[in-house]
């Protein structure tokens, strides 16, 4: 897919976004996503992202991936908490079978994700992060927040921050089929 100003300009992109478009040459979707990170402004790569995500499916996809990618955050602080967990994973039946029954098994673990991550902030933001990644890939309406706390919860843990933006990035290329 190619980036224009005519499509940022539709897509309500911010003047100073159009611009530092303007001042460089590419138009391919996946190079300007991953150029983006790569230059350190991950949240317009997270903003191009989100404005080519065209179904359901694809955010609950790139939500599921990035929750796991920073999973082991809240695992490695709560081993018995299984909330965030089961919000992947009653995220996943929903993507293998987008029932009724799963849709509300995932509205079920939203809601019971959220406790954890409420209750993870008071004691450590990073692990916080996670949790809320988790239960934003539970709630397809909210998850293009998922990559921007998974972010939040690399940083605040100390982890390369970067890398997992990119790998992120690189899955969502290929969900959005870039």
């Known amino acids: 897919m190619k980036i224009t100003k005519d499509w ?32 350190g402004r991950p949240e317009d790569s997270r903003w191009v992202m989100q404005k080519l995500i065209t179904t359901k499916k694809q955010a609950v996809l790139i939500a599921v991936f990035t929750a796991e990618c920073v999973l082991d955050i809240f695992e490695k602080k709560y081993p018995d908490d299984k909330r965030p967990r089961n919000a992947i994973n009653a995220a996943k039946a929903w993507l293998k079978n987008p029932c009724k029954k799963t849709k509300n098994a ?3 673990a939203y809601i019971a994700i959220y406790t954890a991550a409420y209750a993870a902030n008071a004691a450590d933001t990073a692990v916080a992060y996670a949790a809320y990644a988790a239960y934003t890939a539970a709630a397809a309406a909210t998850a293009v927040f998922t990559p921007v706390y998974a972010a939040y919860a690399t ?17 969502a290329i290929k969900v959005l089929k870039l």
């Open 8 to 39: 940022l300009q539709k897509n309500n992109a911010c003047s100073g976004g159009v611009e530092r478009f303007l001042s460089q040459n590419e138009t391919d979707a996946a190079k300007i996503i991953l150029g983006l990170i790569e230059c």
């Open 155 to 171: 940083k605040a843990a100390g982890t390369d921050k970067k890398e997992v933006q990119l790998k992120i990035a690189n899955y």
């Open 106 to 108: 995932a509205a079920a």
